[in-house]
């Protein structure tokens, strides 16, 4: 099994900046795949940025490059989500998850295995 806890999130103004961490414990060898994903109220939840196990690849949903950046640190088993240019639209429960793939960045949820409890991020206008 694997935990994920993710950390970081509140209520900033738009424009702001928030960083968003999620650390990762037990079966890591598990976790090659990390990626973020966010829930809005009343819709489905949608992948944010994915990054692969070296850090080589990474994608992002059109909404948010540019502003947001992936990065992991495998020797602290944490991966991060540095948020800029914050807008109310951003608004969202955030969750890290980790899957198995090789060498991917994926998009799909299919591909990832472990789910953290979310942290909430609130933009204000």
């Known amino acids: 099994q694997v935990q994920l806890v993710e950390s970081g999130g509140g209520l900033v103004q738009a424009g702001g900046s928030l960083r968003l961490s999620c650390v990762a414990s037990?079966?890591?060898?598990?976790?090659?795949?990390m990626g973020w994903f966010r829930q809005a109220p009343g819709k489905e939840r949608e992948f944010v940025a994915a990054i692969s196990w070296r850090g080589g690849r990474t994608d992002y949903v059109d909404s948010v490059k540019g502003r947001f950046t992936i990065s992991r640190d495998n020797a602290k088993n944490t991966v991060w989500l540095q948020m800029n240019s914050l807008k109310p639209e951003d608004t969202a429960v955030y969750y890290c998850a980790a899957g198995p793939l090789l060498g991917g960045a994926p998009a799909a949820e299919r591909y990832y295995d472990y789910w953290g409890q979310g942290t909430q991020v609130t933009v204000s206008s």
């Open positions: 037990g079966r890591t060898f598990s976790t090659n795949t």
